[in-house]
């Protein structure tokens, strides 16, 4: 006996009102058979663009929105749609879309979609969805290194989100609160800018207003969003308590996607600290278990940190093999937000095997992009290593030349690492490039 497509349509969507994902799916998937048999009408499609809308949002929790099954269930509903369908229609359908092409980090065509809820959202006039198009924008914006961008499209969302919080509130079916989701990427965007103090506070109030909700997936974003600070180059205790605290949450709420993730970063931390191995096996599983979901956003990110550990137990031939795979992967897939460190850390690594000329050039590199990104953590970093290898060459002058400038220009952070090292670098080459010094050595 053949089940009337209307019944199936209720029954899939009280599996989806129950959590009960998996179940819907397979409704829903019979809806849309049973659909598809009917003749060709106006209503037939109606039928079955609900069911699509229905199914994208239960695929994407069942399997994830980065695998090709889930990405075609809501280009499909989008081809249904058209330039038809209300407001919430239009949303849902992009939403879907857009964190799929992002989490495949195929960039470009997510900023494509995150400009078409712009407009859309510009052409209804609608708050709510002018904040969740603007925080689409600064996110994709971020990810591919257009820095200053990414930091107007993501302020522009806090302010939606302060004008019009009733608004806002009433469309939060789609992800994640816009106010935490954008205050997370704005403080990685204004740490790589040079605004370490600003970047931490921003992360704490993700945090603190995520914990408020007690949304599950949210406050996962917010934990996550201070780990990764860590391995940008923030305390690094901090970032471990808040790693182990993510992957703690993730795996008592089910979200694999923020497990992984978190257990990256634990990695990677210890990779940098105490224990390097167990940080590269920590780091080799989730660089596994995240690949395997075709959510490959990061990916330049996750390379680099598992170089730099290679490299730091006398391995730079790995590290370096796995350097070009990540400067590969930012041309392929225009994920530029660690390309300056990339060149950076491969001039460190070239700089240890004494091929100082190739250690030169990607230096170079990495202060180019920097510069053309007004990256300034990733300048200061790379200005460092630079100036650090002319000293070693005698060009005192010079290096104090390169850095400087680029150490003068911070305004705050200057208890982290990075600025430590070259404040004390920079006192140092002052009293070498004095005329009195260098006539003495003379």
Not at 132 to 161: H, I, K, P
Request: with cysteine; hydrophobic share 45%; charged share 20%.
């Amino acid at each position: 006996m053949l089940i009337p497509p209307s019944i199936i349509g209720s029954t899939g969507k009280l599996a989806l009102s129950r959590s009960a994902n998996a179940e819907a799916v397979k409704h829903l998937r019979q809806g849309i058979e049973l659909t598809q048999s009917q003749a060709p009408s106006t209503e037939r499609v109606r039928k079955e663009l609900d069911f699509y809308l229905s199914l994208g949002p239960a695929m994407a929790a069942t399997e994830g929105y980065a695998t090709p099954e889930t990405l075609r269930v809501f280009s499909h509903a989008r081809d249904l749609l058209g330039d038809g369908g209300d407001l919430t229609e239009q949303m849902t359908v992009l939403w879907g879309v857009y964190l799929a092409h992002s989490m495949r980090a195929e960039n470009i065509a997510a900023r494509e979609v995150a400009n078409r809820c712009l407009t859309l959202a510009a052409e209804h006039e609608h708050p709510g969805m002018s904040a969740l198009a603007n925080r689409f924008m600064g996110q994709t914006l971020w990810t591919m290194g257009a820095f200053v961008d990414a930091r107007f499209y993501l302020e522009r969302t806090l302010e939606l989100c302060a004008a019009n919080q009733e608004t806002i509130a009433s469309y939060r079916r789609f992800g994640a609160d816009d106010e935490v989701a954008a205050l997370s990427p704005l403080a990685r965007t204004l740490w790589i800018l040079g605004y370490p103090e600003q970047a931490a506070a921003a992360a704490g109030q993700a945090l603190a207003r995520a914990r408020n909700m007690g949304l599950a997936f949210t406050i996962a974003l917010a934990l996550d969003g201070e780990a990764l600070l860590g391995a940008l180059g923030a305390d690094p205790k901090r970032a471990t308590v808040r790693a182990d605290e993510a992957m703690a949450h993730s795996i008592e709420h089910n979200l694999a996607d923020y497990e992984q993730r978190a257990r990256f970063i634990q990695g990677a931390l210890l990779a940098q600290g105490s224990d390097p191995q167990h940080g590269i096996e920590l780091m080799r599983s989730a660089f596994v278990a995240i690949e395997r979901t075709n959510s490959v956003s990061r990916r330049t990110l996750y390379l680099g940190h598992y170089a730099a550990a290679h490299a730091s137990l006398g391995q730079p031939g790995v590290g370096l093999d796995l350097l070009d795979d990540a400067i590969q992967t930012a041309d392929k897939m225009d994920e530029r937000f660690f390309e300056a460190e990339l060149y950076h850390l491969r001039g460190k690594i070239l700089l240890v095997l004494g091929r100082k000329g190739e250690a030169e050039a990607g230096l170079r590199r990495a202060l180019t992009i920097a510069q053309q990104q007004q990256a300034r953590w990733w300048e200061v970093r790379a200005a460092t290593t630079l100036a650090k290898h002319w000293r070693d060459e005698g060009k005192y002058l010079e290096a104090y030349s390169l850095l400087e400038p680029v150490y003068n220009w911070f305004v705050e952070g200057f208890d982290t690492a990075s600025l430590k090292n070259a404040n004390a670098l920079l006192g140092e080459l002052r009293s070498l490039s004095t005329p009195h010094t260098q006539a003495r050595r003379g």
